[in-house]
């Protein structure tokens, strides 16, 4: 079994930060890439970023320049550094691993999702 722990969302002014972070823990052979999405009330769920294990990012155009995704491998951790926050940014923030697990499972794994509100 794996399990993905998000912490760090919570609300703040727009302009302000905020830093999430993902740990995957359990039966976990490999990590390729983890990334962090979001959905808003009455939305889909969106990719915000993505990074592989060799650490190559891939950002939405709404978050380019303001968010940051990094990753430390040996701690199976991927955080989101999200900067000038706009109201637009509110949503669940849900972490993701795609990767090889135990069992031989081969595919994603999802965390539970944190609430990031912006607003004065």
């Known amino acids: 079994q794996v399990q993905l722990v998000e912490s760090g969302g919570g609300l703040v002014q727009p302009g302000g930060s905020l830093r999430l972070s993902c740990a995957a823990s359990g039966s976990i052979f490999s990590i390729n890439a983890m990334g962090w999405y979001r959905q808003a009330p009455g939305k889909q769920r969106e990719l915000v970023a993505a990074?592989?294990?060799?650490?190559?990012?891939n950002y939405a155009d709404s978050v380019k320049g303001r968010f940051t995704i990094s990753r430390d491998n040996a701690k199976n951790t991927v955080y989101l550094q999200m900067n000038s926050l706009k109201p637009e940014d509110t949503a669940v923030y849900y972490c993701?691993?795609?990767?090889?697990?135990?069992?031989?499972?081969?595919?994603?794994?999802w965390g539970q999702g944190t609430q990031v509100t912006v607003s004065s």
């Open positions: 990074i592989t294990s060799g650490g190559s990012t």
């Open positions: 993701n691993a795609d990767g090889k697990y135990g069992l031989g499972y081969e595919g994603d794994y």
